[in-house]
């Protein structure tokens, strides 16, 4: 571990500022679906909604999306994010798609994601929501909602860790 970049009181303050910013962004939750990328994404994307029920008392459809990686034999460049696993509990066609991510790095998983999202209908717009962007970006993508940007090097890692999964809410930032 290098250090603690995030505790839980910091993650909470993060979900609640990123819940107004939807609703301020919105004007409302009219249309709106949130959908986030496994496992990380989908623990923030629950948090988002049960804060905005908090907040607007209205319950939003939560998604998921699981991505993958593998390598290819080409070899070329490395790893390919592929979707896996998708959750769509509600028709997408003229929705706002809440994307959400906890670590958004050269852009490649949401760049799947997109696409994948678009084979189950048109929305109307997709916006993006990221707890960590740790810069490196590969492709002209950038989060609508940021709860940290840390900028890294590249053998740095980012550590989250949820309570979902039975630890602390925690971000660190490690060495490889
Ligand atoms: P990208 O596709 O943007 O290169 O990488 C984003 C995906 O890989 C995210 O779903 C994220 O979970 C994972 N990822 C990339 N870098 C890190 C990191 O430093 N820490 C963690 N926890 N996940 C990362
Ligand atoms: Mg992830």
């Known amino acids: 571990m290098i250090k603690e970049l995030l505790?839980?009181?910091?993650?909470?303050r993060i979900i609640s500022r990123i819940a107004h910013e939807i609703i301020e962004k919105n004007k409302g939750t009219e249309g709106i679906c949130i959908v986030g990328i496994q496992r990380g994404g989908v623990y923030l994307a629950k948090r988002l909604a049960n804060k905005i029920?908090?907040?607007?008392n209205?319950?939003?459809?939560?998604?998921?999306?699981?991505?993958?990686?593998y390598r290819d034999d080409i070899g070329i460049r490395?790893?390919?994010?592929?979707?896996?696993?998708?959750?769509?509990p509600c028709d997408i066609t003229d929705k706002k798609i809440i994307l959400v991510d906890?670590?958004?790095f050269t852009g490649r998983s949401i760049?799947?994601?997109?696409?994948?999202l678009m084979d189950f209908g048109r929305p109307a717009q997709i916006q993006l929501a990221v707890l960590i962007d740790r810069g490196h970006r590969e492709l002209p993508i950038r989060a609508d909602y940021v709860g940290k940007n840390i900028p890294t090097s590249i053998l740095e890692n980012i550590e989250v860790q949820f309570e979902e999964e039975g630890l602390e809410d925690k971000v660190?930032?490690?060495q490889n």
Do not use: H, W
């Open 58 to 69: 209205v319950d939003i459809t939560v998604g998921s999306l699981d991505i993958s990686f």
């Open 172 to 174: 660190i930032l490690m």
């Open 111 to 116: 760049r799947a994601a997109m696409d994948a």
């Open 102 to 104: 906890d670590v958004l």
């Open 53 to 56: 029920k908090g907040i607007e």
């Open 7 to 12: 505790n839980k009181k910091d993650i909470e």
């Open 78 to 88: 490395k790893e390919q994010s592929i979707v896996r696993k998708t959750d769509i």
